[in-house]
């Protein structure tokens, strides 16, 4: 009983994609705008995310990629089909809200877009692929975030009750996993995209992230809690952006330093887990003379509403440093500052994030011993350069990058009793990068002819690392 020797029968195998940067069609079948068709291509990207935007209007000579984004829209059948070829157990995917209601505020939803999603999860099980299925992925409506200024609003969570009691009710029996907010730790860092929240000068930045912190929290709660109610079998998780902080110095206060920026991670999880926020954070606001604005029952639907399991990305760790005046190279990482590590042996990525495969069995251990709860590793995975030469490509970094963190995956499981359920890298077929914009960070098994620009046929090739995961699924992760 207490000996494991390779990954679980059930293990979930399979591969991540969310709407916005896979979906295209922004302006058929009903859609509406979302916030993230705002987020152009090139320079002022990254401020935008970070709550900086200047205007509700597009720009003439800006490119948007989320409008195209891959057109999953168009293309799902051949996808899942090809998801199914490599032997896809479960398929992450996101539902764009304002697919279903355009502005979020409507009575009634987009029978279109309801009708799109119930025919992509259809297919997917006509091919024996479970969804796992994120209600926001960096998307909501454009209107909520000119009337309510996103999540900062009260208003947004009435509104995304209504929007995820809909989904719900109508993916009853076709949805089995759920999750509600996509890193929704990434709203520190990145308040307009993960919460659509234009950072307003002449207000206190804490105070605005806070309380669309909040929202969230306790709408993440309520989709717990209709999940739960209309489905005793489905499950629902919460997602953080992951990855070990380490100390750059054995100093205590670089000890310390990575002790909390780790927990300030965990604050999401410990609130969606616990049901309650944690003594450390109401401290943390005291001292800012922050106030959490509870209202009507929000503190019991917290605490009567937690996640059934943990679901997490992870790209790599990091590294912190307390002291400012040592000199230590700064490194490029998703989202969070880090330094570089100088202990690593991978060569860094094309994109200069740093690679560190044991990192990943540390991550899914302080998940474990912290929760208890089934882990679920819902992104991972290196975005590089390839070429399409001949209908082929070569792409054995993939392949490299994604053998040493399912080995890491593997000790956690065998040697560490770490109960995952699963694993799904990120961008499975190629998709539009997040903090780029651009098209040739490739993430996936599956290559899709589109340039930076959206230029493109859009047609699929299957690259050298396809039939390598379909090895590694076919074998349950023993072929490597
Ligand atoms: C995660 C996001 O932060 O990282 C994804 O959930 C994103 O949406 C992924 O695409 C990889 O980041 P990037 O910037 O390389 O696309």
């Given at each position: 009983k207490n000996i494991r020797i390779g990954f679980p029968s059930e293990f979930l195998w399979g591969g991540a994609t969310s709407a916005n940067q896979c979906e295209g069609s922004y302006n058929v079948g009903g859609r509406g705008i979302g916030h993230i068709d705002l987020l152009p291509q090139g320079e002022t990207r990254w401020s935008i995310m970070q709550?900086?935007?200047?205007?509700?209007e597009p720009k003439?000579?800006?490119?948007?990629?989320?409008?195209?984004?891959?057109e999953f829209y168009k293309h799902y059948k051949e996808d899942i089909s090809l998801l199914s070829e490599m032997g896809f157990k479960v398929f992450r995917m996101s539902i764009s809200w304002s697919r279903i209601y355009p502005t979020g505020e409507e009575d009634t939803p987009n029978e279109e877009g309801l009708q799109f999603y119930e025919n992509v999860f259809k297919e997917c099980h006509k091919h024996g692929i479970e969804p796992l299925v994120t209600m926001t992925h960096y998307d909501i409506p454009l209107e909520l975030v000119k009337k309510y200024n996103g999540w900062e609003g009260r208003k947004t969570l009435h509104c995304f009750k209504k929007y995820v009691s809909t989904i719900v009710k109508r993916y009853k029996g076709l949805v089995k996993y759920w999750l509600t907010?996509?890193?929704?730790?990434?709203v520190t860092a990145l308040p307009y995209t993960a919460a659509g929240v234009v950072l307003d000068k002449s207000k206190n930045r804490d105070t605005q992230i806070y309380t669309a912190v909040h929202h969230e929290l306790v709408a993440s709660a309520w989709a717990v809690k209709y999940v739960h109610e209309s489905d005793f079998e489905s499950k629902v998780g919460c997602m953080l952006a992951a990855g070990v902080s380490y100390p750059y110095r054995c100093a205590p206060e670089d000890i310390w330093l990575a002790y909390t920026t780790d927990r300030n991670k965990y604050f999401f999880s410990d609130v969606m887990s616990y049901g309650k926020y944690p003594n450390y954070k109401l401290r943390e606001f005291g001292q800012m003379g922050f106030e959490i604005p509870f209202l009507e029952n929000d503190e019991e639907v917290l605490k009567d509403n937690t996640v059934d399991f943990i679901s997490f990305s992870y790209y790599s760790s990091h590294i912190v440093c307390a002291d400012t005046d040592i000199i230590a190279e700064k490194a490029e990482g998703n989202v969070f500052p880090t330094l570089r590590n100088p202990y690593l042996k991978e060569k860094e990525t094309a994109w200069k994030w740093q690679i560190d495969a044991q990192g990943l069995r540390t991550t899914l251990n302080m998940f474990y011993d912290r929760y208890h709860k089934p882990l679920f590793i819902v992104e991972n995975g290196v975005g590089g350069i390839d070429n399409l030469d001949n209908g082929k490509v070569h792409d054995e970094y993939h392949e490299h990058y994604l053998r040493e963190h399912i080995k890491a995956m593997k000790e956690a499981i065998v040697l560490d009793g770490v109960d995952l359920m699963g694993y799904t890298p990120w961008g499975c077929i190629d998709l539009v990068s997040?903090?780029?914009?651009?098209?040739?960070?490739r993430y996936g098994f599956i290559y899709v002819d589109v340039d930076d620009n959206g230029n493109g046929t859009y047609k699929r090739y299957k690259k050298d690392s396809f039939y390598w995961y379909k090895k590694v699924i076919e074998s349950n992760g023993e072929v490597l």
């Open positions: 709550g900086y935007l200047d205007s509700f003439e000579n800006l490119h948007y990629p989320s409008r195209h984004g891959i907010f996509n890193e929704i730790n990434c997040a903090s780029t914009g651009q098209m040739k960070k």
